[in-house]
């Protein structure tokens, strides 16, 4: 018995003085491991006489568990204490710059139209296409550009075809019709982003290709008012509730009233800058209320139906959120540029 | 359209109506002031040339001035000898900045003391000429120049193409009364003329073969002036307008355009041959000296007025040399004429020729407009000349314009504005810009358009008219309530965002270049075959529609080469364009299209990473896009390394192409090291989609097991996975080959491959012996099929 109380009594002390897990560890294999005395004794248990086995048992069994408890006691008190040491035992230098990750982008172009679309589809539109490579009717003839009418500027558009039949659309208006066409019954609620063509020579300010958006919604009693509701939505979704919008009185032959749109500068908030021109306002796209000859020509009644339509630049959307000043970088694709995004 | 101001005052009251303030009023009424220069010269004094002398040791020629300043003599050194003593000019005083902007110092010049600056014309914005100091004809030493040019202001509007009536001080005053709510001061239709005798059809002849491209033609003579400098207000005007001055005959008429926007010519009366003119079409080899000093070859196309002996002007474009007012010209004939606005635009675009005449014209002008212009260009040149003018103009008007009249129900104005505006505000609106309305029985509308308005002719144009005079920031911001009975959902764009996000977060960069390629390029890397060609390219470079995306990414690579920036990974979504067979002329085949390559270093073993880079993505994309898993094929393609090449199959469809791309194309390039490329129809890859599956998670346990095998070449890894899986049968959940490796140790013509295999049964928890055979019936059918070694 006292051969059991000595060695609890040593293992206790050795227990409270272990400093690790490690030495924790070894104490447990040296008491309790299959080699320890108390382990061997018990296992000679069956050479000791019948009536002392139960006692033997027993107090070997206590021992064990003393030293047991004794183990997770200081297990958790080393716990504890590292705890309380972790500023010092596991500090980093939180200022150490970290590599970058290995992760590529979405073009900035996208990420606007991604945007844009977003946010028209929040108010219930949906996403239309159609041909970049156009038919003559539904570029220009179906929205009311007769061939000869003043506004077909015949210069600014790039043909595939010897009589002037099949072009490259000049503006994701052609969609209108087609989407018109597709969906036929009111309410018609559509946006039609992409890539349209004109004959412009390529500069700072001036592309021959580029990116719009259009949206078209067609449905009974739609009013300039509704018009005006949606672009302000738009346009401080994208850009902030303190951008303003007006719109000004101007000509189109697909819509009337026609009326173009400016966002007030972001820069100078209006009172006029460099950024603007000293005009406080930035032109930002076209827009109106459909032409009747137009809804005619998508196969709907315009004394039953009313309709607005906006167009705007994506690139130009883009230089109004970022200050981009030359509009070749959205296509010559540096990395160093588009990894700005 | 450059607007004076003050010119505007005479057709509008504008008092209390700072040029700013009646910008702001014509841009957002929807003629829109691209610029606003204010010229206020109250700060600009009059000066008496007292003494010039020239400057004792300047290098550059300067003469230095004694100026009567009225209060004070100021020393003021110029550059221009012009300042003679007893000359009158206008001085700006240190502190000042001219109307052309600049700034006036004190400064010591070459060491002589200048205070104050002579002004030039154009530094005043009162002409063009810099060349030297301006003299003024009146003027006290210590005046006010604002007092002898009052302020001014050029308002540069652009006037939308529906809108030539404003191409002119009248229509744009007209605007502005209505938008102002201030009365016009002048009608439309100058007052008539009382001519004398002899009438104008003794003078001239005149006759319209053309009546379809010439609707009117108006005629009227005068004889007996002298023609001379225009008075100097009305040189001023015109300068501002952007005109130059030439004679007092010539700047009436071009007076009477900046006034009605309806261009006018005089002709030298004597200087017509045979005492006759004809509006014809000029006939073939038919050529023309015209004003500008260019002989024009003309076109049975365009129409000429001819006299007995042929063209001596071009229809509504400009006049000949020949015919023209002279100094010597005493009798002219004023012409104003209607033409066909498409005609015009027309001649204008073949002649390569658009003067402010052709740029009114070809807006089709309305034929009532030429009687007007006449009879305002005739009283300012009889005014300005003298000369008599004559009884019993010609008129010929084959087809008087007919008026046009709207029907308009009046609460169409707020169901479409969407804003309520009194009728009482609508109708004095509509009066200002002067139409008549009437009020029907049945409380309708019958609005008489105004006749120099071509533009409006339906309801909405009506409704347009009041919304913009009424004020579009009037109307109250609204969304529309959305009746919403069905919907019928569009196919979304969401799977093109889902591919641009795998790939973006594989590495890539996506970039966005044109559809325009060169065609040159197209038919050199053998792409050409359904390309569409432009007929009117700008340039060769851009001349045709790209049919696929591949070269538009390798010349992005390349460019970011040459900056520093090799080794790129790219990808582009974007449609390419491919002939119908069809229809090859007609509408073209745009599919979606997914690009992406990887250039990397030039070692055999980094194409290969590159390839299995792009497996990867492809996996990806299939996991993210919900596809079947895809199976990749032996494949060989133009474009592409002939070893290292692969078709990539979704549900036995070709969907793209994956591989290595041929060494000569990387050449091409000027590529550094290997590219890697990836093409994928994306119609093909979206139409393969199918509903997501989603298994529960298994209840029993897996067992891993490794297989390593050496087989020879040749043997496509897949046709081995095949076979595991085909022994495996059901047990089997996943093979993946994860290793392949050749030495010498191994031996010559054969390959190790290792695999690893997961077995579980969704019933129980396999048990070693039953994976053991499965393993070892795996081990014999490789070795009797691929006669491969287990190692």
Known sequence: ?341 | MRVSYRWLGDFVDLDGLPPQEAANLLTMSGSKVESLLVIDLSAIVVGKVLEQRPHPSSRDPLWIHQVDLGAETRQIVAGAPNATPGTLVPVALPGTVVPSGKQVRDAKIAGEEGRGMMCSAAELLLGEDHSGIMLLAEGKPGQSLGELFPLDAVLDVEVTPNRPDCLGHMGIGRELAAVSGRPMKRDFMPPFIEGEDPPAVDLIKIAIEEPDLCTRFVGAPVTGLKVGPSPAWVQVRLRLAGVRPINNVVDATAYGMLEYGKPTHAFDLRRLRGGELRVRRARDGESLLCLDGQTRRLSPAMLVVADGAGPVAIGGTIGGEESAVQADTTDVLIESAGWNGVNIRGTSRALGLRTEASARHEKGLAPELALAGARRVTALVREWAGGTVHREWIDLYPRPQEPIRVHVTPEKIDALLGAHVPLTESRAILDRLGFQTRVQDDGDWDVMVPVFRLDVAIPEDVVEEVGRIYGVDRIPPTLPGRRHERWTPAPTTRPLETIRQVLAGAGFAEAVTPGLVSSALLEKLGLAERMRRLLNPMSEELDAMRTSLLPSLLQVARLNQNRGRPQVRLFEVARVYLARSQDPTGLADEPLALAALAHTGGAPAAGREGFLLLKAVTDRLAHALSLPLPAYERASDALFHPGRTAAVLLDGVRAGVLGELHPSLGADFDLDGRVVALQLDLETLLGAAKPRQVRPLPRFPAVQRDLAVVLPEGQPTAAVQAAIRDVAGSLLELVRAFDEYRSPELGEGVKSLAFALTFRSPERTLTDSEVDQLMDQTRRRLETEFKAKSR
């Open chain 1, 1 to 341: 018995m006292t051969e059991f109380e000595n060695t609890v009594a040593h293992g206790l002390e050795r227990i409270a003085k272990a400093t690790s897990d490690d030495d924790l560890e070894r104490l447990r294999i040296e008491y309790l491991g299959r080699n320890s005395s108390i382990s061997q004794t018990l296992s000679g248990l069956a050479a000791e006489p019948k009536e002392k086995r139960a006692e033997i048992g027993k107090a070997g069994n206590e021992a064990k568990q003393k030293i047991g408890a004794a183990l997770e006691a200081r297990a958790g008190e080393l716990a504890a204490t590292r705890m309380g040491k972790l500023a010092e035992l596991e500090a980093i230098d939180v200022t150490f710059p970290a590599p970058p990750l290995d992760r590529g982008h979405i073009h900035v172009l996208n990420q606007v139209r991604s945007e844009v679309e977003t946010i028209l589809e929040r108010l219930g539109y949906q996403v239309e296409e159609g041909p970049e490579i156009e038919t003559d009717w539904y570029c220009f003839e179906a929205l009311n550009l007769p061939k000869g009418h003043a506004s077909r500027d015949l210069q600014e558009t790039f043909f595939l075809a010897e009589d002037e039949s099949i072009v490259l659309r000049t503006h994701t208006s052609s969609v209108q019709i087609r989407a018109m066409e597709r969906l036929r019954t009111p309410p018609i609620f559509v946006i039609a982003p992409g890539r349209v063509y004109r004959r412009d020579n390529l500069d700072a300010t001036h592309l021959p290709y580029f990116m719009q958006v259009e949206g078209l919604a067609v449905d009974e009693g739609l009013t300039v008012g509704d018009l005006k509701g949606t672009l302000l939505y738009l346009v401080q979704s994208l850009f902030g509730p303190e951008r303003r919008v007006r719109m000004r009185p101007t000509y189109f032959p697909y819509t009337e009233p026609s009326f173009e749109f400016d966002t007030l500068c972001g820069r100078c908030g209006g009172a006029g800058c460099r950024s603007c021109g000293n005009q406080g306002w930035l032109e930002t796209g076209g827009c109106g209320m459909v032409h009747p000859n137009v809804l005619r020509n998508g196969g709907l009644d315009p004394d039953q139906y009313t309709g607005f339509a906006w167009g705007f630049g994506i690139e130009r959307m883009t230089l109004l959120k970022y200050d981009v000043e030359d509009l070749r970088l959205f296509y010559e694709n540096d990395l160093r540029f588009n990894e700005q995004f």
